[in-house]
């Protein structure tokens, strides 16, 4: 399975991104994507995920309001609504793919990771 991540930038503070995954490969039997952050410095955490069967999302609470995934099977790609942006999302954002749904770092497979920084 590869993945490529896009549509990091620089936004202000409350501003909106949507980030893309895209997936190709093997992706048959892989049914949960999820978002990731890792902060400089910092460990990469969860941010979001999803069930690419039955479209059931998980969230972190530091986003849930704010952020929303979403799939669109066809094109096998997930995406990252992300909106009323905090300085503290800065991050460089990672997309995975996993057989199952988890929300811990434990994924198969990682894209590229995408770059989003947001200015106070």
């Known amino acids: 399975v590869q993945l490529q991540a896009f549509g990091g930038g620089l936004v202000q503070a409350g501003g909106s991104l949507r980030l893309s995954c895209a997936a190709s490969?093997?992706?048959?039997?892989?049914?949960?994507m999820g978002w990731f952050r890792q902060a400089p410095g910092k460990e990469r955490v969860f941010v979001a995920a999803i069930n690419l069967v039955d479209g059931s999302t998980y969230y972190a609470d530091s986003v849930k309001g704010r952020f929303t995934i979403s799939r669109d099977s066809a094109k096998n790609t997930v995406y990252l609504q992300m909106n009323s942006l905090k300085p503290e999302d800065t991050a460089v954002y990672y997309c995975?793919?996993?057989?199952?749904?988890?929300?811990?770092?434990?994924?198969?497979?990682w894209g590229q990771g995408t770059q989003v920084t947001v200015s106070s």
């Open positions: 490969g093997r992706t048959f039997g892989y049914y949960g």
């Open positions: 995975a793919a996993n057989r199952v749904v988890v929300t811990t770092v434990g994924y198969d497979y």
